[in-house]
Every structure is written in C-alpha cells, then in structure tokens.
C-alpha cells in the first residue's frame, strides 16, 4: 500500500499521521527479515527510517559501495565481511576497504573478517586507530596477520571483549601478553590452530584478563599443563568453556586443576589428550557435578568405564558426552544407569568406535535417556542397525541413529555442543 493513500474516505495521509517514532515501532514488530526490507519499499521516507535502524550488515563491497551502505546505514553496529572459504581464489576484504570501515562505521562494536585473505597488519593499524568502540573481533584465517597488526587493535580498542584469531599461524605469545595488558575485559578468546602459542603465553593471558568465560586453544600443540593450570587458577570463577582439542602435552595435571578451581564450568573439549585419566576425569565429575553439560573427550585412550559412570551418575546437567575411539569403554559403563528411576538429560552421545560396546549398553543408555536426540555407534561391530532391530530396541522418536556414517560434525545440530 502506498503511503501516500488516505485511511479512509476523507481521512488523513498515513505519512501526515504516523510519525518516525510510531514508524520505528511499527519496523520494530516485524521479525522476519523480508517483512523488514518490504517495509522499506513503501516510500523513500520508510526507506530512510529503516536504513537508520537498521544494525547488522552483511556484505560484500569494495571501497565505493562500502561508503553508500556507510552513508545509508549510519546506525550499524554489527558488520560481517566474511568471505566464504571455497573462494580461495578471491583476497576478499583488503586494507583500502578497512580504511574506509574505520571511517565510514565509527559506532562499530563488531566486526567479522573471516577467510580474508588480503588483510594485512597495515589494516587492523586503521581500526585500531579509528574504532574505539569495537568489542568483537573475527580475524580467523587471515593469514597475513601477525602480532604486530593486532597489538595495533588492542592499544586502540581496550573494551575488547571477544577476540577470535583461530588459524592465524603468525600470532605468537607476544599478543596474548599484550591482551593481559591492554584488554583486562575480554571474555572469549578463540585461538585455535595458532601453533606458535606456548605456556608462556596461556600463562600471560591470566595475569590480566581475569573475567574469561571462554577459552579455545584446540590444535596448539605446544601448550601443555603449566599453561592450563596457571589459568584454570586465575580464572576459576569465570571459565565456562575450555576446549583443548589435540593439545597432546595437555595430561592429569591440567585436569585436576579444572576440578580444584572452576566449578562453574560447562563444556571441556579434551578429545585426543591421551595422557588424561580415569582418576582427574572422576575429580572433575564431583567438582563440577552442577556446571557440567559437555564433555568431549575422543581419542582419551587411558579413560575406562570408571569414568564414564561417575560423569553420568554424578554430572545432572549433562547433555552432550563424546567418548569416541575411547575403547576401554564397555557396556558396565551405562549398568547403574537406571538405578532408582534415573533420568538422564542427555541429548547426544558418541560411542562411535568402541568395540566393546554391545546392543545390552545401548538398551541401557535408551532406557535411561528418553530425551536423547544424537547417538553414533559408527564402527562399533556389534551394534548394527540389523542387531538393534532383532533385540527389539526401541529409540526415542526424535533420536538421530549414526550407524553408518549418516550423522557427521557438520552436522548444525551436533555442532552446538562443542
């Protein structure tokens, strides 16, 4: 309907009515984002109304049509210029089109660069400069970035609260030093893959920032206990989340920690830390039996059914459990399970792999978990889909059955557990 149209016979003008406030809350109720963009398709005086609402944006655009979207979006405060990591033939964002980020977005709070392969530290030195605002960064697979660049975004953006540099293999400890120094506030930071970072900089990021809820170091493989333990200590009352995945030096002693000092913490990603046994995991079920929801521990190969019994027995909240490879695990495991009319929160397990498992556990495990929405028994022999069948299993009607292959990690809804 045009704006321009009267209400009624006689009536008013809709735009000499409405004003821009009542306008705002109209555009405020429509949730879907199509209903949004028709909205602005009204007249140009919605079109402006919208535009200055508007707070996110995605994009792809060069230098020129980077200061339009500036210009018409004034309010933006969520900008994503990520590029998709099938096209490794095109940079992407580049340092020219930050230079006018940094002058065009000056609200700015957060920005993503994910897979922008034209980045450069002469860039992230322009929003440092430039965009104090800033609270969340994502530079994750930039691969020209280095400590130098970054330092520049840390000195000029000190309320940083989320930092993700995941598959920047440049960075060194230097920046996680310059962390504890310049952004005390931070909360999450992603670093996966960043293989030159040590214990000495795990270590240094605990000096000083001490409000850290979430902490990625998976697949660095140079941080080891006295790292862990030094920030499991400084950040024991805050650390929810901790994923350690492939970090091999990472054993008992990091384990432990976890249980002495953050009793608060929900999910731990430990799979492939072979060092890791049954004696911290039990530690770690006990202390955080009331924080616990998520614990991937595949390729644990020390962890027995000891393990796996106190985790069930002890840890309510938990949801998600992934013991894949881990083949000391047996049917005993999910025994006691039923005792006293336990019901198990339980939503996804992963057993893929454990040979000793039999359709009798998976009887247990189904029994005692109605809720369970994900269960993989991939290479597990003697559960088959033809076992199940002739012993009468009957899963939960929502529950996703992995025999074969056919759930995966990149599945969306496996992927929000870990």
């Given at each position: 309907?045009?704006a ?40 140009r ?22 200061r ?33 980020v940094?002058?065009?977005f ?108 979430s ?69 770690l ?46 049917d ?33 495990v ?32 929502s ?20």
């Amino acid at each position: 309907m045009s704006a321009a149209l009267s209400s009624g016979t006689g009536g008013a003008l809709i735009n000499d009515v409405l004003t821009d406030d009542v306008l705002r809350a109209v555009l405020a109720q429509l949730v879907p984002e199509a209903e949004r963009d028709a909205f602005g398709l009204v007249c140009r005086r919605w079109l402006r109304i919208q535009s200055s609402d508007r707070r996110r944006l995605r994009a792809r655009a060069g230098p020129a049509m980077l200061r339009r979207l500036a210009s018409r979006f004034p309010g933006i405060l969520e900008l994503d210029l990520s590029q998709s990591p099938s096209r490794s033939f095109y940079p992407g964002v580049i340092d020219d089109d930050l230079d006018v980020v940094a002058g065009g977005f000056r609200n700015l709070r957060v920005l993503a660069l994910q897979n922008c392969k034209g980045v450069t530290d002469v860039g992230m030195a322009k929003i440092g400069d430039r965009l104090s605002s800033l609270q969340s960064l994502d530079v994750s697979y930039c691969r020209k970035l280095s400590d130098k660049g970054l330092k520049a975004v840390l000195l000029g953006c000190q309320n940083l609260r989320q930092l993700v540099v995941a598959g920047c293999r440049l960075i060194t400890d230097n920046l996680l030093i310059a962390l504890s120094k310049s952004c005390i506030h931070l909360e999450d930071l992603v670093a996966a893959g960043c293989n030159n970072i040590t214990d000495a900089g795990i270590s240094g990021l605990a000096d000083g920032c001490h409000k850290m809820k979430s902490l990625d170091m998976s697949k660095c493989n140079k941080v080891g206990d006295p790292g862990v333990c030094k920030f499991a200590e400084v950040s024991s009352s805050s650390l929810v989340s901790l994923k350690l995945l492939d970090c091999n030096k990472v054993g008992d002693k990091s384990i432990h920690a976890l249980a002495k000092f953050c009793h608060n913490l929900e999910t731990l990603v430990i799979g492939g830390c072979r060092d890791v046994t049954d004696a911290s995991i039990e530690a770690l079920a006990f202390a955080c039996c009331s924080s616990l929801k998520c614990l991937r521990m595949d390729w644990c190969l020390k962890i027995t059914d000891s393990s796996l019994r106190s985790l069930l027995s002890n840890c309510k909240l938990l949801v998600a459990i992934d013991v894949g490879c881990c083949d000391q695990i047996t049917d005993a495991a999910f025994q006691l399970m039923d005792a006293n009319g336990f019901q198990s929160a339980l939503r996804l397990l992963k057993i893929n792999s454990c040979v000793r498992i039999t359709v009798a556990g998976v009887r247990n495990v189904i029994e005692s978990c109605k809720a369970l929405e994900h269960l993989d028994v991939r290479s597990c022999p003697q559960v088959t889909r033809q076992s199940c069948e002739q012993a009468g299993l009957q899963f939960p009607g929502s529950c996703k059955v992995n025999f074969e292959g056919s759930l995966s990690e990149s599945d969306p809804s496996v992927l929000i557990f870990f």
